[in-house]
Structure formats: structure tokens, C-alpha cells
């Protein structure tokens, strides 16, 4: 990986340089991450002009390799205790030479972008802006294995879950489960709250377990996600307890599993994000409920659960191979119930197959 991670630094620091920029401080965790590897809380990766630093509030634990930086990168430490290692960073790259230094400006409070230019008042502060973040839209094979993984972790906890007695049990009690499951079975942990909506609270959207007991007839709407090597996946079911389904159960839940399908097949490599929305979308505005749909249709995933791209109606930009996304369309009858189907797909051309599908839990409407 180390090579890796010196490929990513490299394209962040070529862009930094064609801005005017000879360095770049890192602070926001995941593009650490991203650029270093597993790091400790709070370390900020500074791009300098003759050598990387990670620069951390104490040493790594290198005990264990998935808990280890970049072997590459230099540490240093930040002397005594409760220095900021940002502004440790600062004064580092001026004292290398640098006269400019690019920096994440949408995670830094104001407060910390003062402390950055008192600590050098000679360097001046330019904007990285979202670079880190476009880097990471597309996925090499090793972190889409990792996503892969993650999701045969979550399919394994959802099935498990799915053989057990439900009728009686809290929505609290389901989720914290489900999470168990997911460490169990070698997830690093969820990779969000997992959402467990029983009965009229599947007509919440982002609905939080409560401890509403499962009844029979309910609706269960259950989204979870495992999170592994870093790498967070996501899957949403929606299910029948204890009896056969209801008629408008049936046909609510045919016409999410018709828009979700529609919104799946129109992964390609150069879709444009509003029309992977609009192919979901237009069939439950169709049939009337657009009122009751989600803002989005469907997001990218990765180190963090909610990453570019964003399929919304007023996304504008297109996908590309090897974008991991979520497909998510559900409608949320307030006081009645509802239905969400959540995949998480890798975009893939044709000549490969098209998408794939990473979350293989079946979408049949099953009464369990």
C-alpha cells in the first residue's frame, strides 16, 4: 500500500502546485486516511516541499499492521502535551522553505486557520478546496475489496438476524444485534447507527430505533452497514412480520422495488448523477408519491458513509467506472408505514458485466 498512498500524495501535491501552492496541510480525518493510511486521532498529514510529514499529538501504535500509517511518511510528534499538530504542521512547512500552504478550509474552524497563520505570519493561506475529496470519488480494486467484504459482513449479520424470532423483540434490542453481528463476523464496527422502523415508524424517514416492540403485520424497514479496513458499506430491507402481506403492502412495495431496479440499471460508466435520480424517481412520481420520496436517490460510499457522487435532481457531473454508490429509493407514509430497498453497487461498464451489485441480501417482500 505504501506505494499507494505515495501515488495519492503525489496527484494532491502536483494539484496543490498548479494552484500556487508549494505545500498542503491535511486535517480532515478521512483524507489523512486516504493520503497516510491508518493514523491516530487527530493527526494531520502536511505535504512539504522536500518531505510529508504526519504529524500526530503522540507516536503511532505500530503494534498492528492495520493500525500503522504509510511506513513511508515521516512522524513527528508534537512536543509536550496539548499542541495542536495543524499548527505544529504550519510551522514545519515554513521552517522547510515553504512560502504558501494549501489548506483545508471547509473542515477548519476559524479559530484553528488564526492559530495556522500566527504561528507563520510569512506563509500565506490558499484554499486545497474539495481536491482530496474528488481523488477519493474513484475506488481502486483493494479499497472496492474492502467494500465488497464489508458487505458480505453486513449481508451475513441481516440474514442471521432474518432466522430469529422477531414478534415481541424492541427495535433498540434489533439494532444493537445487528451491530454485534456485524463486529462478530470482523467488521471494524457499523459504518452509521444502524435504523431499525417497525409498524407507523417505518413511515419515518432516518427513523431511530425506539423501544416500540415488533407486532405482527408490521412493516420492518431495517438499514444498516459495516464498516471494514476503514471502508463503509450500507444495505436497506424492508420485510412483512408474522403474516402473509396486505394487499397495499404488496403493491407499496412492488413499486419501490420497480423504481430501485430502474435506478440500478442506470449505473453506466458517463450517466449523468440527475438522470441515475430521475430513472428512480420518476416511477414513484408517477404513481403519486412524490411527496413522500427522499431528497436523494442514491449517494457514494467509502471511507465515509455519504462521499460524492450525490444522485439528486440537481447533481450535475457523471459517473464514472469503479464508483461505489448506494441506490436508496423508498417512500415513508407517516402513521401508516413504508418501504426503502438499499444497495450498494460498484458502476461497471457493460463489457464487464455492468454494475456490481456488493449487497446480495434478496429484495423478495418476505414475511417473516
Same mark, same amino acid.
Given at each position: 500500500?505504501?506505494?499507494?498512498? !505515495? ?30 493510511? /491508518? ?29 500503522? /500509517? ?17 499548527? %505544529?504542521?504550519?510551522? #514545519? ?22 492559530? #495556522? $497563520? ?16 474528488? @481523488?477519493?470519488?474513484? *475506488? ?10 464489508? !458487505? ?10 432474518? %432466522? ?6 424492541? %427495535? ?42 415488533? %407486532? ?81 436517490? $442514491? ?17 450535475? $457531473? *457523471? ?25 450498494? #453497487?460498484?458502476?461497471?461498464?457493460? !463489457? ?10 434478496? *429484495?423478495?417482500? @418476505?414475511?417473516?
Amino acid at each position: 500500500m505504501s506505494e499507494v498512498y !505515495a501515488l495519492r500524495r503525489t496527484r494532491l501535491r502536483e494539484s496543490c502546485n498548479a494552484g500556487g501552492s508549494a505545500a498542503a496541510l491535511v486535517t480532515r480525518p478521512a483524507n489523512v486516511r486516504y493520503l497516510a493510511g /491508518p493514523a491516530p486521532e487527530g493527526a494531520v498529514l502536511l505535504l512539504g516541499p522536500a518531505e510529508d510529514f504526519l504529524v500526530c499529538a503522540g507516536l503511532p501504535d505500530d503494534r498492528c499492521e492495520q493500525t500503522r /500509517p504509510d511506513e513511508a511518511l515521516r512522524v513527528h510528534a508534537v512536543p509536550g502535551t496539548g499542541g495542536d499538530p495543524a499548527v %505544529e504542521a504550519a510551522g #514545519l512547512a515554513a521552517t522547510g522553505g515553504a512560502d504558501s500552504l494549501a489548506v483545508e478550509e471547509h473542515h477548519l474552524t476559524v479559530t484553528r486557520h488564526r492559530a #495556522l $497563520g500566527s504561528v507563520a505570519p510569512g506563509l500565506r493561506l490558499a484554499n486545497v478546496g474539495g481536491a482530496v475529496e474528488q @481523488l477519493r470519488v474513484v *475506488k481502486d480494486e483493494e479499497e472496492i475489496s474492502c467494500l465488497r467484504i464489508g !458487505a458480505e459482513i453486513a449481508d451475513q449479520a441481516l440474514g442471521e438476524l432474518l %432466522e430469529s424470532i422477531l414478534v415481541g423483540r424492541t %427495535e433498540r434490542h434489533l439494532a444493537l444485534e445487528l451491530e454485534r453481528r456485524l463486529v462478530d463476523h470482523g467488521a471494524d464496527g457499523p459504518a452509521f447507527a444502524t435504523s431499525v422502523a417497525t409498524g407507523p415508524n417505518a413511515g419515518r424517514p432516518g427513523h431511530r430505533p425506539t423501544d416500540r416492540r415488533v %407486532e405482527e403485520g408490521d412493516f420492518l424497514s431495517v438499514c444498516l452497514g459495516a464498516a471494514y479496513r476503514g471502508y463503509r458499506c450500507e444495505i436497506g430491507r424492508t420485510f412483512v412480520i408474522g403474516t402473509a402481506p396486505a394487499d397495499w403492502q404488496i403493491e407499496l412495495y412492488n413499486l419501490v422495488f420497480t423504481a430501485q431496479r430502474a435506478g440500478r440499471e442506470s449505473l453506466v460508466p458517463g450517466a449523468a448523477c440527475r438522470d441515475v435520480d430521475r430513472a428512480a424517481r420518476q416511477v414513484l412520481d408517477s404513481a403519486g408519491y412524490a411527496a413522500a420520496l427522499p431528497a436523494l436517490i $442514491g449517494h457514494g460510499v467509502g471511507l465515509e458513509i455519504d462521499e460524492d457522487p450525490q444522485l439528486t435532481p440537481g447533481t450535475m $457531473g *457523471k459517473l464514472d467506472a469503479c464508483v461505489p454508490v448506494t441506490v436508496e429509493p423508498g417512500v415513508h407514509l407517516p402513521g401508516r408505514g413504508g418501504v426503502r430497498i438499499d444497495d450498494t #453497487l460498484v458502476v461497471r461498464p457493460e !463489457a464487464d458485466g455492468g454494475p456490481e451489485l456488493l449487497t446480495i441480501t434478496t *429484495k423478495e417482500l @418476505l414475511a417473516l
